[in-house]
């Protein structure tokens, strides 16, 4: 069974930063093909924040971009987001992802508010 772990959520002040981590905590995971950033709020679904594929092709919601970088180290098997300029509305549960040829594998969740 292929876990998951974020860590780096909290909360942060409009116009800090916060940078979140994933990495694999237990299980043997395939070859990663991609790994991404996803959040959702309380009823709402759950939408993509970054995403970056095995050679390094990173793509970003349009709310992001110019703010959110998503670096990813391959060797560790772990995936960053690193958010500058957070606005109040990025307030979510972010959760990471690695899709393998095996399927997909979810991180639980850390929360991320931002509020004066």
């Known amino acids: 069974q292929v876990q998951l772990v974020e860590s780096g959520g909290g909360l942060a002040q409009p116009g800090g930063s916060l940078r979140l981590s994933c990495a694999v905590a237990s299980g043997g995971v395939p070859s990663i093909n991609t790994m991404g950033w996803y959040r959702q709020a309380t009823g709402k679904q759950r939408e993509v924040v970054a995403v970056?594929?095995?050679?390094?092709?990173?793509n970003y919601a349009d709310s992001v971009k110019g703010r959110f970088t998503i670096p990813r180290d391959n060797a560790k098997n772990t995936v960053h987001v690193q958010m500058n300029n957070l606005k109040p509305e990025d307030t979510d549960v972010y959760y990471c992802?690695?899709?393998?040829?095996?399927?997909?594998?979810w991180g639980q969740g850390t929360q991320v508010t931002v509020s004066s």
């Open positions: 970056i594929t095995s050679s390094g092709m990173a």
């Open positions: 992802a690695f899709t393998t040829v095996g399927g997909r594998y």
